[in-house]
């Protein structure tokens, strides 16, 4: 058996105990050939917290092996989806019990506040295992007529087996749940390579996954480095599908091996540098909260942070005023401080990074109207900060940084709205019914949000996070009265 550390909380006068070995067939377990551990810090005292064993590419192949066995006997075609929905559901529920000591510990490693963490990412994650719950004795096909004398076809939604999921640090429980519960509705079993920045909860998460009753080799949870770990499982021959979220570079490096391999199916969810647009008509004071909730929630670390605003010329000074006001409202600091709104930064590297964007947006031209200088404090935060006179060359992104361009018309508006090469969300607010239809329909991303920014619900489709993902549908063609004469007369 592996080991247990037990992590104290200084401002809660605890510890929390997590298990620190690789976790597959129901078991914590060390790694079969490497000594190696991953380090994990707490971001807001940027000390090390604990020390989890690192998975290795023979790693993954037992928890590969582990998933494929299960999905072969217990899971799979071979458990009822009244069964599945049963156990995804009591998994809900023991989140729902520990979810306090679950944010706590989200917040030790990840930084961001308590109460974040425990009524916006773990109650979501509770909702979505349910919603998918719902969805697991429901999974239908369809009768298609053929010839109705003599024969029938239907399909069926048959799992597609052995799923490899890559998760990010920036929502570690939330982006655990958004992959796990499609995946487990459907009868998939799950090899989970957590960010090696935040392995903590998911291993804490594996704990109930016991509890719960899940089959050993159901769900199997692999802390590894990402080239390690998150490589091996996209050159896997017997991984059928990867589910990942993170940056662009690292989704190109996984649909190149998935297609060099056995041509897995690839879900990727990768953002960056979402706009929204404040036309003349909009509810400014509503415009500026939206807008301050875009670039300012989990600390602007978002897939689809809203870090490009642009502002119709006759409204714009007066924006600008409502906007700084409205984000000088932030607190940034520790997740145990109950005032805070937003914590550190997740690391040094994403600290360094981000400063380089500041840096370089002040040296490109752009006026820095809030924020914009570093503490002389220990951990890695970063104070919201505001450039305006921005233009489209310019590097500023990620992390609680703003960039506010203007425009004249509403063309021109969605032209800088679409030059980027991301597309995962977007924004307009403007009290014009037919233009918000109109330009929600003529901007190019997957998620476009009216009058609000940043808020998603379970029931709607977001960034490949559908029970769909997780099946393959087989055509059956069935002869019920047709004779064939052989050879055939033509």
Same mark, same amino acid.
């Given at each position: 058996?592996?080991? !247990?550390?037990?992590?104290?909380?200084?401002?809660?006068?605890?510890?929390?105990? *997590?298990?620190?070995?690789?976790?597959? /067939?129901?078991?914590? @377990? &060390?790694?079969?050939?490497?000594?190696?551990?991953?380090?994990?810090?707490?971001?807001? !005292?940027?000390?090390?917290?604990?020390?989890?064993?690192?998975?290795?590419?023979?790693?993954?192949?037992?928890?590969?092996?582990?998933?494929?066995?299960?999905?072969?006997?217990?899971?799979?075609?071979?458990?009822?989806?009244?069964?599945?929905?049963?156990?995804?559901?009591?998994?809900?529920?023991?989140?729902?019990?520990?979810?306090?000591?679950?944010?706590?510990?989200? !917040?030790?490693?990840?930084?961001?506040?308590?109460?974040?963490?425990?009524?916006?990412?773990?109650?979501?994650?509770?909702?979505?295992?349910? +919603? +998918?719950?719902?969805?697991?004795?429901?999974?239908?096909?369809?009768?298609?007529?053929?010839?109705?004398?003599?024969?029938?076809?239907?399909?069926?939604?048959?799992?597609?087996? *052995?799923?490899?999921?890559?998760?990010?640090?920036?929502?570690?429980?939330?982006?655990?749940?958004?992959?796990?519960?499609?995946?487990?509705?459907?009868?998939?079993?799950?090899?989970?390579?957590?960010?090696?920045?935040?392995?903590?909860?998911?291993?804490?998460?594996?704990?109930?996954?016991?509890?719960?009753?899940? &089959? #050993?080799?159901?769900?199997?949870?692999? &802390?590894?480095?990402?080239?390690?770990?998150?490589?091996?499982?996209?050159?896997?021959?017997?991984?059928?599908?990867?589910?990942?979220?993170?940056?662009?570079?690292?989704?190109?490096?996984?649909?190149?091996?998935?297609?060099?391999? /056995?041509?897995?199916?690839?879900?990727?969810?990768?953002?960056?540098?979402?706009?929204?647009?404040?036309?003349?008509?909009?509810?400014?004071?509503?415009?500026?909260?939206?807008?301050?909730?875009?670039?300012? $929630?989990?600390?602007?670390?978002?897939?689809?942070?809203?870090?490009? *605003? $642009? *502002?119709?010329?006759? @409204? +714009?000074?007066?924006?600008?005023? =409502?906007?700084?006001?409205?984000?000088?409202?932030?607190?940034?600091?520790?997740?145990?401080?109950?005032?805070?709104?937003?914590?550190?930064?997740?690391?040094?590297?994403?600290?360094?990074?981000?400063?380089?964007?500041?840096?370089?947006?002040?040296?490109?031209?752009?006026?820095?109207?809030?924020?914009?200088?570093?503490?002389?404090?220990?951990? +890695?935060?970063?104070? #919201?900060?505001?450039?305006?006179?921005?233009?489209?060359?310019?590097?500023?992104?990620?992390? &609680?940084?703003?960039?506010?361009?203007?425009?004249?018309?509403?063309?021109?508006?969605?032209?800088?709205?679409?030059?980027?090469? $991301?597309?995962?969300?977007?924004?307009?607010?403007? !009290?014009?019914?037919?233009?918000?239809?109109? =330009?929600?329909?003529?901007?190019?991303?997957?998620?476009?949000?009216? /009058?609000? $920014?940043?808020?998603?619900?379970? /029931?709607? #489709?977001?960034?490949?996070?559908s029970n769909q993902e997780y099946t393959s549908v087989k055509a059956v063609h069935w002869n019920i009265g047709e004779k064939l004469q052989w050879p055939l007369s033509l």
């Open positions: 058996m592996s080991s !247990t550390v037990k992590i104290p909380v200084p401002a809660l006068n605890k510890e929390i105990s *997590v298990s620190t070995g690789l976790f597959i /067939n129901n078991e914590f @377990v &060390p790694s079969v050939d490497s000594a190696e551990v991953i380090q994990c810090f707490n971001p807001a !005292t940027e000390q090390v917290i604990a020390s989890v064993v690192a998975g290795s590419s023979k790693d993954i192949d037992v928890a590969v092996a582990a998933a494929r066995l299960a999905f072969k006997t217990t899971w799979g075609k071979n458990v009822t989806g009244w069964e599945r929905s049963r156990l995804m559901n009591k998994l809900a529920d023991l989140i729902e019990r520990d979810k306090q000591e679950l944010a706590e510990l989200e !917040t030790l490693n990840n930084g961001k506040p308590v109460a974040v963490a425990r009524d916006f990412d773990i109650g979501d994650s509770i909702q979505c295992l349910r +919603y +998918y719950a719902g969805w697991a004795d429901k999974i239908t096909g369809q009768t298609i007529e053929v010839d109705n004398k003599s024969k029938m076809a239907f399909t069926r939604h048959e799992p597609i087996g *052995v799923c490899g999921q890559i998760i990010p640090w920036n929502y570690p429980i939330n982006m655990w749940a958004w992959k796990v519960a499609p995946a487990l509705a459907v009868g998939c079993t799950i090899v989970m390579k957590p960010s090696e920045i935040t392995p903590l909860t998911a291993l804490k998460l594996s704990e109930l996954v016991v509890e719960a009753g899940f &089959p #050993p080799g159901v769900i199997n949870t692999v &802390p590894s480095l990402g080239s390690v770990g998150g490589a091996a499982l996209a050159a896997h021959n017997d991984v059928d599908k990867i589910a990942f979220t993170g940056s662009t570079i690292t989704g190109r490096k996984i649909m190149e091996a998935a297609a060099k391999s /056995n041509l897995k199916k690839v879900s990727l969810e990768l953002g960056g540098k979402s706009p929204q647009l404040i036309f003349e008509s909009a509810d400014l004071q509503q415009a500026a909260a939206w807008a301050a909730l875009g670039i300012c $929630y989990n600390t602007g670390q978002d897939c689809t942070a809203g870090s490009r *605003v $642009y *502002v119709q010329d006759s @409204v +714009y000074d007066k924006f600008i005023d =409502v906007l700084v006001s409205t984000v000088k409202e932030t607190v940034i600091g520790d997740g145990f401080d109950n005032n805070t709104g937003g914590g550190p930064l997740i690391s040094k590297a994403q600290f360094d990074r981000v400063w380089g964007y500041i840096d370089a947006g002040k040296a490109e031209g752009a006026k820095v109207v809030l924020g914009g200088e570093r503490r002389n404090t220990k951990g +890695y935060f970063v104070d #919201p900060t505001i450039f305006t006179d921005v233009d489209s060359s310019m590097k500023i992104i990620f992390g &609680p940084v703003l960039s506010i361009g203007r425009f004249k018309t509403e063309e021109e508006a969605v032209a800088l709205a679409n030059n980027t090469t $991301y597309g995962l969300g977007a924004g307009l607010h403007s !009290t014009d019914a037919s233009q918000c239809m109109r =330009v929600s329909g003529l901007l190019e991303a997957g998620t476009v949000w009216v /009058n609000q $920014y940043n808020i998603l619900s379970n /029931n709607v #489709p977001f960034g490949g996070k």
